[in-house]
């Protein structure tokens, strides 16, 4: 019955919902990662008082502010989205996405309006000290307004500490440190905070190449990439631990997002890991069936590290495409056919409930429909698959078809997943090296290396977006895992309005990242305030 | 009521004394906000739910007919 669905409406949305998520995307990690590295400037000026070390704040701030300016409330835009394109899901997590959301707003407004107004307006209005201390406050409060948001993604791709009501369709927080400490909420939060420090690391490496390639504002450039490099290579090291930690827990909250992103189709104990890859062109990844295998046209393999990276053992089974989809009842994996099954039998308990609601709210047999959505073996063998429900035929062969539908993009997850690894390796590598040379003070002769810091920003970009990309498209067909398909979270509407607000949004996006690159350009041309002006601050 | 009206002169003359680049800031950040509140959110980005129905248990029910399709 997946033929009643309108999968231009559901497509239209996700793109409408994809570039709005990456457009913002484009400013956060700046935003998170700059505010340390200038608070981190300004505390050497207040420690050593060598006013070139203002100049240097001064600059990074005024580049900080303009990213700042342009992202700023973008992703209010992702709210509005929630209510028209997406209603059942917004009324389908109830609170769990609501109150974090209301947090950040509400956080990001005090903390961060209040503190970058002293940061940007306080230079000699303020004493030293309580300047500092608002630097460093925008910088804490940005990442703890990303916290919020963050938590209510991890709960999307784990839902754990809720429990869905029958009589109001929405899952309610039973324990708000079991949703806001999960494995994946942490994971979420250090990774994803770290790489916008990298990202932030190589824009500041990026530009102050400039200035030694164009041999200006050479002390500037000098410390700007001693500071951007020990800060970037610490943060790689985090970011590659909370990459294997993450990896460990997807293996068990989100094993087909795991095997999507090695398209590994068979499962295997001492599994291989994809460490570079070219997928065939003749498999068509999009249609998987029983027959379907991994063609690449090209890999280079390492072996056992999947399992290794999966478990922290060799030996240890990795979980393939078929195994999900098909079952393995060697290793205890259940079919999707047996969840869908189990899903559709949660979801007749709900409708169910309803229908006797409708004559009888109090009546025995309500009373006993609910009680069933509160017993915790119907909640773990039934509701846990709810979403499972939605690919339900009573035919068994459409069924068996629609169980190999709910795999997501390989290609895509393939792709970025691998892109994200190879440009994070390659930025760990230039951390180190510009730190190396700059200490030898051998870098300003480096044209060739200087250039290549300048083209790494892109880079840091594409590697940012790529991670987004495997996180929310290695999820697919699932908006909240297990529970709400993305079929099914879509509102309803008419799908002109849907491109009609993808069409403006793009128009907008365009103008506003076209200010941003243009102002920004400018402005780092134009360079930092001059020394006299400085010292008469 | 000191304090306050410090708090206001710090914030008016932060914004006097603006560079020219900040200015161009402020007026996209005004461009923005009026776009995205009052040209897509009252125009273009109704809440459904709230707009569609009127009691909690008329939007659950609606849900619950929509979620449970196969």
Known sequence: MLENIDFTLVNWSRGQFALTAMFHWIFVPLTLGLSYIMAYMETMYVKTGDPEWKRITKFWMKLFGINFAIGVATGIILEFEFGTNWSNYSWFVGDIFGAPLAIEGIMAFFLESTFIAVMFFGWDKVSKRFHLTATWLTAIGASLSAIWILVANAWMQNPVGTFFNPETARNEMINFWDVFLSETAVNKFVHTITSGFVLASIFVIGVSSWFLIKKRELLLAKRSIVIASVFGLISSFVLIGTGDSSAKEIVKTQPMKLAAMEALYEGQTNAPLVAFGILSGKENHKNVDADSQADFLFKIEIPSMLSWLAYGDTDNFVAGIKDLIMGNEEQGILSYEEKIKRGYEAQQALLALKKVQKNNPESPEAEALKAKFRDPDFIENNVKYFGYGNFYDPDPEVLKKNAFKMVPPISMTFYAFHIMVILGGLFLLLFAVFLYLVMKDQLHNKKWLLWAGVWTIPLAYIASQAGWIVAEVGRQPWVIQDLMPTMKAVTHIDVGSVMTTFILFSVTFIGLFIAEIRIMIKQIKVGPQKKEDINNV | ?70
Not at chain 2, 21 to 29: C, V
Not at chain 2, 39 to 68: C, G, M, S, W
């Open chain 2, 1 to 70: 009521m000191e304090r306050i009206k410090k708090i206001v002169d710090f914030y008016v003359t932060g914004f006097r004394e603006l560079p020219g680049w900040g200015r161009a800031l402020w007026a996209i950040i005004l461009i923005k906000l009026f776009i995205m509140f009052v040209v897509l959110r009252l125009f273009f980005f109704p809440d459904q739910l709230q707009t569609n129905y009127k009691t909690d248990e008329e939007r659950a029910n609606h849900v619950i007919e929509n979620i449970t399709k196969p």
